[in-house]
């Protein structure tokens, strides 16, 4: 009981989100992935739950971000209302500020990875003389943060909880028939029209849309997009002020994604790897990292955040949940 309560007081203290255990109307099931809870009603809708889990490195982060899961919800709704007319997707409702409801697809086991320029990982592995990224060749001379000529596609495996996301290219995918040479065909035409669309309100917003990932699945036959879009979580966003001057100075960009985490956690000695510990996540961290996701979301909207009441966020979400699935 003592553990339980101090717990608790946590939880209160940084009003945060991290576990959810609700028994809504119809469910038949639930999913606890890395930072969302996906609850399964009927055999028809989800509830998508998005927490204030962070992760890095394909671990969960032990602290939550306070009002992170409202800001990613909104940002993904706002980007799925606005990219309708490309492609179908899930999205039904978003009862509550940290939930979207939508309908139940097929998903499709590979996450759509797009990059518009050289940087994070892919830079990383550039750097170390790689040259072919999932089977996608890159040109020789290129710099940290340069433009590609082109959008490229970087597919990836979609891992459990715990493992670690793989490359893996579209010979791969065809090859393992994880989908269907047609159906490949549409994931990569929804990909590149989603980020083209993307980069145009990021630059409205004075962003520079860097990389990005999709998620699809079918339903009724019919291939949708799913889960988040355009979020921090999901891609990385450069400032367009200043970036050429940087980039041929060969400085850092400045970014609102959640690259910083990363390169926090590695200046920390941590990368995921076995044996690493993940570096104490003080309070001037936690609320650090809350602020720059508030920064992205007032960037890429262009509305000012208003920060939910969060005095019994399971309370809420639960009543909020319920009065739609009851109505």
Sequence with gaps: MKKRIIHLNKEKMSKALTKTDYHFPGQKSVYHGKVRDVYNIG?????????????????????????????????????????????????????DPMVTVGVMCQGFPVEMIV?????????????????????????????????????????????????HDEDISKEEILAKELATPEEYETLEKYTLALFERGTQMAAERGLILVDTKYEFGKHNGEIYLMDEIHTPDSSRYFYLEGYQERFEKEEPQKQLSKEFVREWLMANGFQGKEGQQVPEMTPEIVSSISDRYIELYEHITGETFVKADTANIAERIEKNVTDYLTK
């Excluded at 892919?122 to 943060?145: D, H, Q, T």
């Design 43 to 95: 055999d028809e809708k989800l509830v998508m739950v998005a927490t204030d889990r962070i992760s890095a490195f394909d671990v969960v982060l032990p602290e939550g971000i306070p009002y992170k899961g409202q800001m990613l919800n909104q940002i993904a709704a706002k980007f799925l209302d606005a990219t309708t007319d490309i492609c179908p997707n899930w999205k039904l409702a978003t009862p």
């Design 115 to 163: 990059r518009g320029y050289l940087c994070g990982s892919a830079w990383r592995a550039y750097k170390s003389g790689v040259r072919e990224i999932c089977g996608v060749r890159l040109p020789e001379g290129m710099r940290e943060n340069e433009k590609f000529p082109h959008p490229i596609i970087t597919p990836t495996t979609k891992a459990e909880m715990g493992m």
